[in-house]
């Protein structure tokens, strides 16, 4: 799937959810567990207000997330194609309270 197939999916769900599109390029980096590449469910995401070179993505699977500071692993969008497709389509989604 091409990176404007990405971007379509991304506003698609946007405009589904009545929210802005707010881009997570692929050189930037975001949080992710590993336990999302275990495919166990369900994957969760939350997205703060974008800072530097992140999207401010933070995402995991299961019930809950540690409070380990090292549950989150950095990762850049590009390579989420590795991990999960599905998590993809919901990057263009705004921070938190952003809607």
């Excluded at 590449?37 to 939350?46: D, E, F, M, S, T």
């Excluded at 974008?50 to 999207?55: A, E, F, K, P, V």
Aim: glycine residues 6%; charged residues 20%; contains cysteine.
């Amino acid at each position: 799937m091409t990176r404007e197939e990405f971007l379509e999916y991304q506003k698609n769900i946007c405009q589904k959810y009545n929210a802005n599109f707010v881009s997570s390029p692929e050189n930037n980096l975001i949080g992710i567990s590993l336990n999302v590449k275990q495919n166990v469910q369900p994957i969760n995401g939350l997205r703060h207000p974008t800072t530097g070179d992140t999207t401010d993505w933070y995402i995991w699977a299961g019930e809950q997330f540690s409070e380990d500071e090292n549950f989150f692993t950095p990762l850049h969008v590009s390579h989420l194609v590795d991990w999960s497709l599905q998590i993809i389509k919901f990057l263009g989604l705004p921070p938190v309270g952003d809607f």
